[in-house]
């Protein structure tokens, strides 16, 4: 298939990424961004997103001169044959998806789109923000395509490049075509719907993902109270092909970008719309009682007093981004138990590998240790709240030194059990003994 002229608005996790790979593929991109001081790092191929893969993708882009970075998004849209939207649309009032960016860009450049163009909502919207963004045009001799993102962070090049399904909602057949030949070189199935079915897809899969993440957390209070084990139980579930393995591993919630804004939007819509789902509202429900759980579970241990509060109670935290892999703090579970944790009174330090040159400003919550070692300092007991490889090497013994207690609650179960035991630690995991059991 020939080369295209594409456009990207916007250039955070879902823009950059597409506007990279798509260049990678053979096209010629121009991604346009608000922030004059973001797109001249970028035009030196200095991405600040933490994203395996991204990049030496959009360094060899530049290099081979099919990539472009502009502050004018007028310009960049002038001579484009399709134009992505890749927009941020976070939780507004109400738990309904805050459309402004969306909204505000296709004002900006329904005069200057070229006749023929294709318009692409890549952003994550609600049901019938196709038809808003058309209306929002006002023009006939431009199509508006639904073409939602299934990246993960972390995985976001390799999932553009390696995708399970390319999913395209169109009126136009046609305008549908010449977005599917973006992805030519790609192979992976196609989907080709309407735009409504299209939308309701993104939001239905992240549901989906939450459910099962909230079905894991409530099997491991079960395992818990019935003394099974929660990794052998998921393993047992997860082989049936029917169910599968991934998104079945217990934490200290799900939250990320979003699982949590898609979830309450998608209830949001349905409540308007006179859509009763309970499983929905359980899901989320269910998320929020499993973190509080786990506060109760470190207060309980940790506490002092008969209503187990945590004042001037010192804890070590490790991990604070959403996942391994990221710098990305937006909504993650380990802030929101680190938050419930201030709420009872604990003082927290924490460590994590991914902000230790970004020194985000968490003063209100916790104080930020550049070394695992250092932050144990004075903690009665250690949380592990994000799945990051390299704290299972953490020299153990210089911590529990530095220790006032003995614990680690394990919300990720990634440590081994027997090495801190050696080091003079109890391990304390979730959906699991103590000590997990040994089969002879």
């Known amino acids: 298939m020939p080369a295209q002229r594409v456009a990207v608005v916007g250039t955070g996790y879902v823009g950059l990424t597409t506007g990279a790979c798509l260049a990678s593929l053979g096209h010629a991109v121009v991604c346009a961004d608000a922030d004059p001081r973001k797109v001249e790092r970028l035009r030196a191929a200095r991405v600040d997103i933490l994203e395996p893969g991204l990049p030496e993708t959009v360094r060899d882009a530049l290099e081979a001169g ?37 909204e505000a860009v296709a004002e900006q450049i329904r005069d200057v789109l070229p006749p023929g163009c294709v318009v692409v909502n890549k952003s994550t919207v609600p049901v019938g923000t196709s038809e808003r963004v058309a209306a929002l045009l006002g023009r006939a001799d431009v199509s508006v395509v639904s073409n939602p993102e299934f990246l993960r962070e972390g995985r976001a090049v390799h999932d553009f490049l390696h995708p399970d399904r390319i999913v395209i909602g169109a009126a136009r057949r046609d305008a549908a075509r010449r977005v599917a030949d973006l992805y030519a070189a790609l192979d992976a199935p196609l989907v080709l719907t309407d735009p409504a079915s299209a939308e309701l897809t993104k939001y239905a899969a992240n549901f989906f993902l939450a459910m099962k993440l909230s079905f894991a957390n409530n099997l491991a209070t079960a395992c818990e109270r019935f003394g099974a084990d929660i990794g052998d139980v998921t393993e047992g579930i997860g082989r049936d092909p029917r169910i599968g393995s991934s998104f079945l591993l217990p934490g200290p919630g799900w939250g990320g970008s979003c699982l949590p804004k898609d979830t309450h939007a998608l209830l949001t819509v349905c409540e308007q719309a006179g859509v009763d789902f309970p499983l929905l509202r359980a899901t989320i429900d269910t998320n929020v009682a499993h973190q509080r759980r786990l506060v109760e579970r470190i207060a309980a241990a940790c506490g002092r007093g008969p209503d187990g509060s945590l004042h001037g109670v010192r804890l070590a935290l490790y991990g604070l981004t959403f996942k391994a892999g990221t710098s990305d703090l937006r909504d993650s579970p380990a802030l929101a138990v680190a938050r419930l944790l201030r709420e009872r009174g ?38 592990v709240l994000t799945e990051w490889p390299q704290l299972r090497d953490l020299d153990w013994a210089a911590i529990a030194a530095r220790m006032t207690g003995h614990e680690v609650h394990d919300f990720r ?28």
Do not use: H
């Open 346 to 383: 604990a003082e927290l330090t924490a460590y994590d590998p991914a902000l230790c040159d970004e020194q985000p400003d968490l003063s209100d919550l916790a104080e930020l240790a550049d070394d695992p070692v250092r932050a144990a300092e004075g903690a009665a007991a250690c949380v």
């Open 413 to 440: 179960n990634l440590l081994d059990p027997d090495r801190l035991a050696r080091a003079g630690l109890s391990w304390q995991g979730i959906g699991r003994a103590s000590a997990p059991a040994r089969v002879a």
């Open 66 to 102: 099919r990539l472009e970075f502009t502050e004018d998004t007028a310009a960049a849209v002038a001579e484009a044959e399709v134009v992505f939207l890749c927009l941020p649309t976070p939780m507004g009032a109400g738990g309904a998806a805050d459309l402004a960016a969306v």
